[in-house]
């Protein structure tokens, strides 16, 4: 087989295109093999591996999945060669020589728009997988930063290597490796000081008030996203995103007054942006995102207008005709969703929710305590589906 990431990148796309969670694609393959597979769950954390490149499919697998999406098996899984990002960096280094320049300003432009794709996969792409891309262009960012370059070329060069450091480190939150992160963190900083870059400097104070938020210290993440507000431009996409964050600070606190406050501030910072050329990029802050910030600190504040919020975000972000699949995105308002309906008394339909954002895999390890969060209140209610809900979240954590 080729590359793992590539082939595991394929399947993913192929279940995500169609809609399909994987439960629901464990129940095609079921449907389609030749003999009884193991239980479904089995099935679905086989799924999950798959995807996720920790083991190729036998034989078996890999003939259902060539059914299931009626491609060749040359087409799903002979990927082979360099990693993307590996033949990217190398066009780098070749256009970098023909130049005869050890940076260079196409070096650094191609740099940036590298930088910018990778934001824009941030949405859609596991994070471990996008660590690795992270990682090899910093390596190269490295080995240049030795190169003779001028002061402009310099501040470029010290601008991109920030992104990516910022962009590295919020993998390894979502991955919950919180010393990585805050390695990488105090790089993003460092070279945002040393580059003058204020919006690079403020989403990196709003990067460690989300991290703050997902541990449990709210008024941490209070302070940080207001310190974040103080650094970035008030034109910027920071200052937005810190403002949002800074509501959910105050949602999590329990202050519904300063959460619906903070709520309107976003709402007038947001009113007048166009959508931004490329709405899934990590660091361009989308007006549509505004409503999924609003759907989840209303949830988290137990305002029952949640419930509409997150059903409008989960309609939008599944509908085909909505751009690019945003399918961790719509798993997360799936979760606001599910939460919203416990605050209004419908347990039922939250578990049913809970179970649909659970086994569409894409919930990442940053966001496990929301899901504890929603388990642990349907047991508490007693539903029938409780115990199947815990059974299919404790296989994904011990995964």
Known sequence: ???????????????????????????????????????????????????????????????????????????????????????????????????????????????????????????????????????????????????????????????????????????????RQHVLAAARLRTAADLARHAEHAELAAWCVETRAWQALILGGYREALTLSQGAQALAPRDSSAFIQATAQEGRAWARLGDGAATRATLTRVHRLVSPLPVPERPEHHYQYDPAKSEAYTATTLSWVGDPAAVGYARQVVARLESPGEGLPRPRRAALARLDLALALLATDQPEEAAHITMAAVGSGEIVPSSWWRVAELVAAVERRGLPEAVELGEVFRAEIED
Request: proline share 4%; net charge negative; hydrophobic share 40%.
């Open 1 to 175: 087989m080729g590359d793992a990431s590539a082939w595991a990148a394929l399947l993913r796309t192929e279940r995500t295109r169609r809609g399909w969670s994987q439960r629901d694609l464990a129940r095609e393959l079921s449907a389609l093999a030749d003999r009884p597979l193991p239980k479904l769950e089995s099935v679905i954390r086989r799924i999950r591996d798959h995807e996720g490149g920790k083991h190729q499919p036998d034989d078996e697998y890999t003939e259902l999945y060539c059914r299931v999406y009626g491609l060749s098996e040359h087409i799903l899984f002979s990927n082979a060669g360099e990693p993307e990002s590996d033949d990217e960096i190398a066009a780098m280094e070749l256009a970098r020589r023909a130049a005869a320049s050890d940076v260079g300003g196409e070096t650094l432009q191609r740099l940036e728009l590298a930088a910018d794709d990778l934001a824009s996969a941030y949405p859609s792409t596991p994070p471990a997988q996008l660590l690795g891309r992270v990682r090899r262009h910093l390596e190269y960012v490295t080995r240049l930063m030795d190169g003779r370059k001028t002061i402009a070329e310099h501040r470029r060069l010290l601008v991109v290597g920030g992104w990516l450091s910022l962009l590295g480190a919020t993998c390894h939150i979502d991955l």
